[in-house]
T-cell receptor, first 115, second 114 residues
Framework: NAGVTQTPKFQVLKTGQSMTLQCAQD?????MYWYRQDPGMGLRLIYY???????DKGEVPNGYNVSRLNKREFSLRLESAAPSQTSVYFC??????????????FGPGTRLTVL | AQTVTQSQPEMSVQEAETVTLSCTYD???????LFWYKQPPSRQMILVIR??????QNATENRFSVNFQKAAKSFSLKISDSQLGDAAMYFC???????????FGSGTKLNVKP
């Protein structure tokens, strides 16, 4: 099992460019999440998908869109990148919405720099 | 609003000694979970320990244990017999049972001295 995989690992964009961060999990998890990590601020939830076909906004959704392509894949899109979106992005998954244990498994992260 | 506060940006401990990392949280929810995650320089987030709010007994995982004080909304992590491999950022996190949302603290960087 690869767990949670993310591509790319690093990316540099110019302001105004668009890109999609890819995430896939092979653990048959229902729920998936996108976080951003900024220095001194911990992780903040951007969007989550409780189950295939549903997505919901998290704490900091502005400037992002997501797609739950199927049960395995959950992508994050920046339509017009801004320097404020320079961050490390983590994808995570968990067994189920409201599951008793609800442990989240994280991918290795994508370091994004917007110039 | 839900918040998680880690008031110690950085801490140091001597190898083989014990250290406690602090975490407080604020919520009006009654059904939730608390977690400690470790993030080594590799950036991989690793679950260290979890605590269900409805359980009074403090969780333990080998050298890691928590002191959960629900009334005080406090959730500290104790690392016993610290090892060099324990050096990392530690994040306290809070999850709401039915809404599948997680809130993380800003992290505590733990240094382990040989």
């Amino acid at each position: 099992n690869a767990g949670v995989t993310q591509t790319p690992k690093f990316q540099v964009l110019k302001t105004g460019q668009s890109m999609t961060l890819q995430c896939a999990q092979d653990m048959n998890h229902n729920s998936m999440y996108w976080y951003r990590q900024d220095p001194g601020m911990g992780l903040r939830l951007i969007y989550y998908s409780a189950s295939e076909g549903t997505t919901d906004k998290g704490e900091v959704p502005n400037g992002y869109n997501v797609s739950r392509l199927n049960k395995r894949e959950f992508s994050l899109r920046l339509e017009s990148a801004a320097p404020s979106q320079t961050s490390v992005y983590f994808c995570a998954s968990s067994v189920d919405r409201g599951a008793l244990r609800n442990e989240q498994f994280f991918g290795p992260g994508t370091r994004l720099t917007v110039l | 609003a839900q918040t998680v506060t880690q008031s110690q940006p950085e801490m140091s401990v001597q190898e083989a000694e014990t250290v406690t990392l602090s975490c407080t949280y604020d919520t009006s929810e009654s059904d939730y979970y608390l977690f400690w995650y470790k993030q080594p320089p590799s950036r991989q987030m690793i679950l260290v320990i979890r605590q269900e709010a409805y359980k009074q007994q403090n969780a333990t995982e080998n050298r890691f244990s928590v002191n959960f004080q629900k009334a005080a909304k406090s959730f500290s992590l104790k690392i016993s017999d610290s090892q060099l491999g324990d050096a990392a950022m530690y994040f306290c996190a809070f999850g709401i049972y039915n809404f599948n949302k997680f809130y993380f603290g800003s992290g505590t960087k733990l240094n382990v001295k040989p």
